[in-house]
C-alpha cells in the first residue's frame, strides 16, 4: 500500500461522509426542481431521485476540482514542482501542468529576468530575487562598482534598469556631461 492510498476502514468512513454531505444537498436539489419539501426527496419516482442525486455528485465533483487546484497552487506556491504535483496526482508532470497551469512558477520566468544592461560604456546585472523583487548590480566606465542600495528592491525589471540606468551614466569615462 502507498501512503496515498487508504485502508478499508478509511474508506468506509469516507464513504459516510461524503454521502453525509451528500444527501442534504441532493434534497436541496431535488426540492427546487420539484417545488416538494427536502424530507419528502425519497417519496418520488427512483429515476428522478437517483437524478437529483446524480446532480448533487456533480456540484460535490466541481466543488472538489476547485479545491484541488487550490491545493496544487498553495503547493506550488511553496515550490512544488509540476514533476512533485504529477507523482501526487499519478500522472505526468505535463499531465500535472495540463491539469494546473498555473499551480507552478516556471522556473524560466524567476531567472530569464535576469539581464544585462549596457549603457555608457559600463554594464550593469538586473538580478530577481526569489521574492520576485528585482536589484541590480554594476560596474560605470570608470571603474566604479555600484548597486541597489541595502535593502532596496524594485518592483519590475525596468525600473531596476532606471536606476541602473542612472548610476551608469554617472560613471562615464568624459562621454557627454556628467550629472
Not at 124 to 131: C, K, N, T
Request: charged share 20%.
Amino acid at each position: 500500500m502507498t501512503p496515498s492510498e487508504i485502508t478499508p476502514e478509511e474508506q468506509a468512513e469516507l464513504d459516510k461522509a461524503l454521502y453525509d454531505a451528500l444527501n442534504p444537498l441532493a434534497s436541496a436539489i431535488r426540492s427546487r426542481q420539484t417545488g416538494q419539501p427536502p424530507e419528502r426527496m425519497w417519496d418520488a419516482d427512483p429515476v428522478e431521485v437517483a437524478l437529483s442525486v446524480l446532480a448533487a455528485w456533480k456540484v460535490i465533483d466541481a466543488e472538489v476540482r476547485r479545491l484541488t487546484g487550490q491545493a496544487a497552487a498553495t503547493a506550488g506556491s511553496y515550490g512544488a514542482s509540476y514533476e512533485q504535483l504529477g507523482a501526487v496526482w499519478g500522472i505526468t508532470r505535463q499531465g500535472a501542468r495540463k491539469k494546473w497551469p498555473d499551480a507552478v512558477s516556471r522556473p524560466a520566468a524567476a531567472t530569464a529576468g535576469n539581464r544585462t544592461l549596457a549603457l555608457f560604456g559600463g554594464t550593469a546585472e538586473l538580478v530577481r530575487s526569489p521574492s520576485g523583487d528585482w536589484g541590480w548590480t554594476g560596474q560605470g566606465a570608470d571603474g566604479a562598482c555600484g548597486a541597489a542600495a541595502d535593502g532596496t528592491h524594485y518592483a519590475s525589471a525596468e525600473e531596476a534598469a532606471a536606476h541602473a540606468g542612472v548610476f551608469l551614466k554617472e560613471h562615464t569615462l568624459g562621454i557627454g556631461h556628467r550629472s
